[in-house]
């Protein structure tokens, strides 16, 4: 009753406004009483209305009253300040329906401070001082306000769960480990909470890491989308320029280049922010959950940690971008190159380099998420049909095979002449020009064969290192004969090491500037990788060990 009178005299002597003990209070007409600066402020947004209004009754009062002190109340308010009165708490705290309540306040609960995990129970600022002032009570552990104290309560024996059972992953009492739990792996609630915090930081660094990791790569993402733009923008330019050298003969192919260049723009933009869109998400959930592993790391109760360590939901897949490999890649210039071609070829563009056009520009391809292939059905996947061209295989190979199969032999062949002829080496080139990713597979039997890439411009006559795959820094071969391998750029070679094989795999990703060679038998095994950037279409290449009767073949294989 004492207290409940004392409650009530703190309600009479609190302005209703600031709900704090009345400060140079004044009476209203009415009768109200209010801190002076607290009913000032109240009638100052009233003054346009000029009505002033009590805020308790809603008297109002024209004009606006004067205020004057009463000395009376504010004296009586003193008075009371130095027998101990403080003000009500304010409405903020008492717990609300979200709160823990102080187990120890009657009729209007406060908001707890603190639990104890010896009490369980929880207490409001002024409930928990004996913890702070009794020694008993001060070895207790105090924690964060909790509403789920009773479920550190051993439902069998009513006693605290300060174990954890690892035969069966749950907290259990000491009771419990001498009975239904006994020869069980047990071992303190502490101690498990320190195991298992361990493996949280470790979880949460593992986060950190793909955070940091996928922000990096959303940053390269966007410098891609940027580059990309970039180079189709600078595509159109030149559009625009030769095609108005053409305009009389080539409009509506202007219009139709320029539609193509744009799709494909949106396109590879569209999936390289599809991917950039995946990453943010990816980013978010991992920071809630680093969030989510934060929250639980900070729990005092051990019990409490335990309880909920097993539902944290596990991490998703991680979005595989380890091949973004953002590279100054030239994306629609072969575009221009091929524009650049049809002014020079007026009267056959429409019957030959028209196809060309497009076929490049829908060739155009962002690396996003796509590794170099694995296995070899992988690989397959990117096989295309390549064929030898006539005119460029020298007169001492024998083509046949539709053109896939090239043999030294004994008899010079009747080739007509033509200035794509290799005249001084034993080599041929594919009719087809190679961008984007493509495989291919060559069969030899012999002393040996040069699998090679190289540029259409590369000499065809001359000087050994102006024209032989491998002499110069416009091809890359691999030599493969009965006992080695080695790799030859620009007149350097590399020994490389790898099992024979009469079957060479050729893997190229034009724009990623990926070019590898692999020997292929039952299992694929990697010989070589060249790492660059290749500045034209390349065209497969063959070189024959020059041996006349020795039955030196080398055969583009069909992959089906």
């Known amino acids: 009753m004492a207290q409940q009178g004392n409650q009530l005299d703190q309600e009479r002597f609190c302005c209703?406004?600031?709900?704090?003990?009345?400060?140079d209070p004044v009476t209203l007409p009415c009768g109200h009483s209010y801190?002076?600066?607290?009913?000032?402020?109240?009638?100052?947004?009233?003054d346009e209305k000029k009505i002033h209004s009590c805020p308790q009754c809603r008297q109002t009062f024209i004009p606006r009253p004067v205020l004057v002190k009463n000395t009376m109340l504010a004296d009586l308010v003193e008075e009371l300040k130095k027998t101990g009165l403080q003000a009500a708490p304010a409405?903020?705290?008492?717990?609300?329906?979200?709160?823990?309540?102080?187990?120890?306040?009657?009729?209007?609960?406060?908001?707890?401070?603190?639990?104890?995990?010896?009490?369980?129970?929880?207490?409001?600022?002024?409930?928990?001082?004996?913890?702070?002032?009794?020694?008993?009570?001060k070895k207790h552990k105090l924690g964060e306000p909790s509403n789920k104290l009773q479920e550190n309560i051993c439902s069998h024996h009513d006693e605290v769960m300060k174990m954890f059972c690892r035969t069966d992953q749950q907290c259990i009492c000491y009771l419990c480990s001498m009975d239904e739990h006994k020869g069980h792996d047990t071992v303190s609630a502490a101690a498990e909470r320190t195991e298992r915090q361990r493996e949280l930081q470790l979880s949460r660094q593992n986060i950190q890491q793909r955070i940091q990791d996928r922000e990096k790569d959303v940053k390269l993402l966007q410098q891609e989308v940027e580059a990309i733009n970039g180079s189709a923008d600078k595509a159109v330019e030149h559009r625009d320029k030769i095609f108005t050298q053409l305009i009389h003969l080539m409009e509506k192919r202007s219009s139709d280049v320029k539609q193509q260049i744009r799709s494909q723009q949106e396109t590879e933009v569209s999936r390289v922010e599809e991917l950039q869109e995946k990453l943010e998400q990816e980013i978010t959930e991992l920071k809630r959950k680093d969030a989510e592993l934060k929250q639980l790391s900070h729990t005092q109760d051990h019990t409490q940690f335990l309880h909920n360590y097993p539902s944290l939901s596990p991490l998703s897949q991680s979005t595989d971008s380890s091949s973004i490999n953002i590279r100054p890649l030239r994306y629609f210039e072969d575009v221009t190159a091929?524009?650049?071609?049809?002014?020079?070829?007026?009267?056959?563009i429409l019957r030959e380099t028209?196809?060309?056009?497009?076929?490049?520009v829908t060739q155009v391809d962002v690396l996003l998420s796509q590794p170099e292939p694995k296995t070899?059905?992988?690989?397959?996947?990117?096989?295309?049909?390549?064929?030898?061209?006539?005119?460029?295989?020298?007169?001492?190979?024998?083509?046949?095979?539709g053109n896939r199969k090239a043999t030294v032999t004994s008899q010079e062949q009747s080739y007509s002449s033509h200035p794509d002829r290799f005249t001084s080496c034993y080599q041929v080139l594919s009719r087809e020009s190679l961008t984007g990713r493509c495989y291919w597979e060559v069969e030899w039997r012999g002393r040996g064969v040069f699998v090679a890439v190289a540029y259409k411009n590369i000499s065809r006559a001359g000087s050994f290192k102006e024209c032989v795959f491998g002499y110069n820094d416009k091809s890359w071969a691999l030599d493969c004969n009965q006992t080695s391998y080695e790799f030859w750029f620009n007149k350097m070679n590399t020994p490389v090491s790898g099992p024979q094989s009469s079957r060479v795999g050729v893997y190229l990703d034009h724009r990623?500037?990926?070019?590898?060679?692999?020997?292929?038998?039952?299992?694929?095994?990697?010989?070589?990788?060249?790492?660059?950037?290749f500045t034209q279409p390349l065209h497969a290449g063959l070189r024959l060990y020059s041996l006349f009767g020795d039955g030196v073949t080398a055969e583009l294989c069909e992959l089906k």
């Open 338 to 348: 091929a524009v650049s071609e049809l002014r020079d070829k007026l009267q056959d």
């Open 354 to 360: 028209w196809t060309n056009i497009s076929l490049t």
């Open 16 to 23: 209703s406004i600031c709900l704090d003990l009345l400060k």
């Open 512 to 533: 990623a500037g990926l070019l590898s060679f692999y020997s292929v038998s039952e299992t694929m095994t990697l010989l070589h990788r060249v790492q660059t950037t």
């Open 91 to 137: 409405d903020h705290c008492y717990a609300g329906p979200e709160d823990v309540a102080c187990d120890f306040c009657t009729g209007r609960k406060l908001k707890a401070v603190k639990s104890c995990l010896m009490c369980l129970a929880s207490y409001c600022e002024k409930h928990l001082q004996p913890h702070y002032e009794a020694a008993p009570l």
């Open 376 to 401: 070899r059905a992988d690989f397959s996947k990117y096989s295309q049909e390549i064929t030898l061209d006539p005119n460029t295989a020298n007169t001492w190979l024998l083509l046949s095979e």
């Open 35 to 46: 801190c002076m600066n607290c009913i000032k402020t109240h009638w100052d947004g009233e």
